[in-house]
């Protein structure tokens, strides 16, 4: 272990180092909301220099999964909103929690009997004010863009799970229960690139390319066309939305993380990868050879509410 920083909230599901060299921090704050009996609620996002003193923070009560900071100084969240229930009733697929099978959330409070929610993004300044924002209830199709994960429960429709800055002021998104992967202009809020099903499947962390081309941890939860579960890094032209090169274990099974995950492309042309369920890192060449491995040593609490014992899951790498 190189740096620890020792940190005011518990972590969410992000951070990383900046330009600067200064911790930028998802952190999980202790207000009640509807995200707290999910585990990838968040609530503050901060910048902490490398002794771990907090230079400045953000709080937001529907803030979750991941957060980042602009090259305008503002920062851009991940949010959960509530969907009209006029566009609630027409979204396609999911289960009703009552039937949800997997017991994976904490208990339902019952003031959120019936709701759906799904995400908006915020840009917010580091005084607290939100100056522009996106919803995905306004963009997105209740039919085309349905939950495709079988067993995920209609609470929540276009959860998101990682947003990014492009060189251009577009942001790149991703849209884990509808297999959605979404280029947006922040000038305009139009959806300018769009990839889905059967490419991805409850994907996480889409990364731009230095050829043009976005590499994403494809999770492979519900895959159509698949009755075996498995994980894929896949780098995509977005021109074609055509895959230009993918890793996968043989057997296939052998790499898998239903939930979280995350790759990015090395300077050396290698593949870094956070295999996230099962807290292992590796490095795979082009063709496919594993020439790095690591597993997180560290143990601690269950990720999801009706697990037993710990677990060393790591979000992103």
Not at 162 to 189: A, F, H, Q, W
């Amino acid at each position: 272990v190189v740096h620890t920083w020792n940190m005011p909230y518990p972590p969410g599901l992000s951070g990383y180092l900046t330009e600067r060299g200064t911790l930028f921090y998802n952190g999980r704050t202790s207000e009640e909301s509807f995200l707290s009996r999910f585990p990838f609620k968040g609530g503050v996002v901060l910048e902490a220099d490398w002794n771990g003193k907090v230079l400045w923070e953000v709080r937001h009560p529907d803030h979750h999964h991941h957060g980042i900071l602009l090259r305008n100084g503002n920062v851009l969240l991940n949010c959960m909103g509530r969907v009209p229930d006029e566009i609630a009733r027409r979204v396609k697929g999911g289960v009703e929690e009552d039937r949800f099978p997997s017991g994976q959330y904490a208990p339902r409070q019952e003031a959120d009997a019936g709701k759906m929610y799904s995400d908006y993004l915020a840009e917010v300044t580091p005084a607290g004010k939100t100056v522009w924002e996106w919803r995905t209830w306004e963009h997105l199709d209740p039919v085309e863009d349905g939950i495709t994960e079988i067993q995920a429960p209609r609470t929540l429709w276009a959860q998101g799970n990682s947003v990014l800055e492009l060189p251009d002021g577009d942001v790149l998104t991703s849209y884990r229960p509808t297999s959605t992967v979404l280029r947006i202009s922040r000038k305009t809020g139009k959806i300018v690139w769009k990839l889905s099903s059967p490419t991805v499947a409850g994907q996480h962390a889409p990364t731009p390319l230095g050829n043009g081309n976005i590499l994403i941890f494809d999770n492979g939860v519900h895959r159509l066309d698949d009755s075996m579960p498995f994980s894929r890094v896949i780098e995509v032209d977005p021109a074609s939305n055509k895959i230009a090169w993918k890793y996968q274990d043989r057997p296939a099974w052998n790499f898998f993380s239903p939930r979280m995950g995350n790759a990015q492309r090395l300077p050396n042309g290698n593949t870094l990868v956070c295999e996230s369920s099962f807290g292992r890192f590796f490095e795979v060449t082009v063709e496919g050879e594993i020439v790095w491995e690591y597993v997180n040593p560290f143990f601690g609490r269950p990720f999801f509410a009706d697990e037993i014992g710990r677990a060393k899951a790591t979000a992103r790498a």
